[in-house]
């Protein structure tokens, strides 16, 4: 089971802003992170936990490992207003998705 | 690059079957090295993966949908573009969510992460 915190998160541009992605269990670096904006599917922003997918802006930054991730914008632009998805790999039989963070205009 | 569009009836009967496809544009589902998958979310279940299907037609389903699920590949020699489908028997309205193709990514008999995504299709069980 993949728990993200906080459910809602309110930043102003510039500011960093830091979401948290916690396993049930040891996975390693499993994980990636996805960015979905309203009426958009998911966009891949990171996996392996800390590798950024291509075009992703440097803002973005993932950490962590075994059960502790941290996905961190930097400095919150207005077009990262979104909601953000963690998604574990390790059981690649049956891989799960936390259940988002959204990033909301303070 | 890839491009995926899912396509297929927007309302279902309940009980009947759910059958969407997925057309693949600038790429082969034949292609080695990428998983192509079902992904669906409800609005307060979230995001739930389907099933995959990769190169050699093998298929890995989520154990919840395994008895109901079946997914294939088609691909036409005489077009560009390929397809796999997805079909759900039995459905009911705990079925209803927008439904995404993926690409996904990996090794071996391991998919991974979803690197590409068809922008949806709104699906509605209901009589």
């Known amino acids: 089971v993949m728990t993200q915190s906080p459910d809602t998160l309110s930043v102003s541009p510039g500011e960093r802003a830091t979401l948290s992605c916690r396993a049930s269990?040891?996975?390693?670096?499993?994980l990636a992170w996805y960015q979905q904006k309203p009426g958009q599917p998911p966009r891949l922003l990171i996996y392996?936990?800390?590798t950024r997918a291509a075009g992703v802006p440097a803002r973005f930054s993932g950490s962590g490992s075994g059960t502790e991730f941290t996905l961190t914008i930097s400095s919150l632009q207005s077009e990262d207003f979104a909601i953000y998805y963690c998604?574990?790999?390790?059981?690649?039989?049956?891989?799960?998705f936390g259940g988002g963070t959204k990033v909301e205009a303070k | 690059q890839v491009q995926l569009q899912e396509s297929g009836p927007g309302l279902v009967k309940p009980s009947q079957t759910l059958s969407l496809t997925c057309t693949v544009s600038?790429?082969?589902?034949?292609?080695?090295?990428?998983?192509w998958s079902w992904v669906r979310q409800h609005p307060v279940r979230g995001l739930e993966w389907i099933g995959y299907?990769?190169?050699?037609?093998?298929?890995?389903?989520?154990?919840s949908l395994e008895s109901r699920l079946s997914m294939s590949v088609d691909t036409s020699k005489e077009t560009s573009k390929s397809r796999f489908s997805l079909s759900l028997s039995s459905v009911t309205a705990a079925d209803s969510a927008t439904y995404y193709c993926?690409?996904?990514?990996?090794?071996?008999?391991?998919?991974?992460?979803?690197?590409?995504w068809g922008q949806g299709v709104v699906v509605t069980v209901s009589s």
């Open positions: 993926a690409r996904g990514s990996g090794s071996g008999s391991y998919m991974w992460y979803f690197d590409t």
């Open positions: 600038g790429g082969s589902v034949s292609t080695s090295g990428y998983y």
């Open positions: 299907i990769y190169f050699g037609g093998s298929t890995y389903y989520n154990p």
């Open positions: 269990q040891r996975i390693y670096s499993d």
């Open positions: 392996g936990a800390s």
């Open positions: 998604q574990q790999y390790n059981d690649w039989l049956l891989v799960t």
